[in-house]
C-alpha cells in the first residue's frame, strides 16, 4: 500500500500525466478531470474513484488515497489511452506499472509470476529513469517484491489496505 499505491503509483502517474499533458500537449488537465468525472466506474469502483487533479496537484504530487491510487492507476488506460498514441514511449511506463499491479494484486500465483514481477520491476526501473527522473527509495522496494512474493504468497495477504476486499471481488 505505501510503497506501490502512495509511492511510485504516485511518482508514475503524476510524471506520466505532466509529460503528457504540459510538454507533449495530447490533451488539457480539464479534459483529464471531465474524462475522470464521466468514467463509467463499477459499483465497487465508485467507493475509491479518483478525486479531481488540480495543476498545482500535478505539478508536486497527487493527493489520493491508496484506493483512490490503485483504482486510478487500474483504469488510467480506459480513462485516456484512446488519447495517447500506443507508439510513446512513457506510455510503456503504465504498461509497465500496470501489470506490476496486477501481479501484486493477484489473489492466486504461479511459479512464472515471480520470474515476470522482477523482469516487470526492472523493465519499468529502466523506463522512469529515462523519462521521469532519478528512483525513489519507494522504487526500490519493488525489487524484493518478487523475493517476497516467492516465500510469502499472493503480496495482497501482506496488506492492510481498507479495499482490500472490494479489490478481491474485482480480481
Known amino acids: 500500500m505505501h510503497d506501490l499505491f502512495e509511492g511510485v503509483c504516485n511518482y508514475d502517474t503524476s510524471g506520466l500525466l505532466r509529460a503528457i499533458i504540459f510538454n507533449l500537449k495530447l490533451f488539457s488537465i480539464d479534459t483529464l478531470n471531465s474524462r475522470i468525472q464521466m468514467f463509467n466506474y463499477t459499483e465497487i469502483e465508485s467507493s475509491n474513484r479518483p478525486p479531481i487533479i488540480t495543476v498545482d496537484r500535478l505539478k508536486s504530487a497527487l493527493t489520493m488515497s491508496a484506493s483512490e491510487m490503485l483504482c486510478f492507476s487500474r483504469l488510467l488506460g480506459p480513462i485516456i489511452g484512446n488519447l495517447v498514441p500506443e507508439e510513446l514511449g512513457i506510455w510503456e511506463l503504465w504498461i509497465k506499472l500496470r501489470e506490476i499491479i496486477d501481479l501484486v494484486t493477484a489473489v492466486d500465483i504461479h511459479c512464472k ?30 525489487v524484493h517484491y518478487p523475493t517476497i512474493l516467492q516465500m510469502s504468497g499472493p503480496l495482497r495477504h501482506l496488506w492492510s489496505m481498507r479495499a482490500a476486499q472490494n479489490i478481491e471481488n474485482q480480481n
Open 113 to 142: 509470476d515471480f520470474t515476470r514481477l522482477k523482469t516487470l520491476v526492472e523493465e519499468h526501473h529502466i523506463l522512469y529513469i529515462k523519462y521521469i527522473g532519478n528512483l525513489k527509495p519507494k522504487h526500490h522496494h519493488l
